[in-house]
């Protein structure tokens, strides 16, 4: 798979994270804790960020040092957010993700930076 392919599922795997904390939301329940949430590295896309098989050219690029950064810091909020929920906060929870919130600005921030790292890749 090339690395375009591979950060183009790294935005659906994104995604998907956004889907999780919003179920939390409505449910009150999930099966992460927002202690692991909190690390950047235990998600799918975390595991192929901090992996082997980016090759050193990319990740000497400065989009890689961009979306290795707002990753965390999502993961950083992910985790607060995934907090609220699983306490019953609910209206907060929702308040804080919404796309004005941190966590809706830095999710397109997110978003943004891998498909401008996708770009600047090439056919790495």
């Not at 950060?7 to 329940?29: C, F, P, Q, S």
């Not at 949430?37 to 799918?44: F, I, L, P, T, Y």
């Not at 050219?57 to 993961?75: G, I, N, P, V, W």
Request: glycine share 8%.
């Amino acid at each position: 798979m090339s690395l375009q392919e591979e950060i183009k599922k790294a935005v659906g795997a994104h995604g998907m994270w956004k889907k999780r904390i919003l179920d939390a939301i409505e449910t009150g329940k999930s099966d992460f804790n927002p202690e692991g949430v909190s690390k950047d590295n235990n998600c799918d896309f975390g595991k192929w960020l901090y992996g082997t098989t980016i090759p050193a050219a990319a990740k000497s690029m400065k989009e890689y040092e961009d979306c290795r950064q707002l990753h965390a810091k999502f993961h950083t909020i992910a985790s607060g957010v995934l907090k609220m929920a699983l306490e019953g906060k609910k209206t907060e929870a929702a308040a804080a993700m919404s796309s004005s919130s941190d966590f809706g600005k830095l999710s397109t921030q997110l978003t943004q930076a891998l498909m401008k790292w996708a770009v600047s890749a090439g056919d790495m």
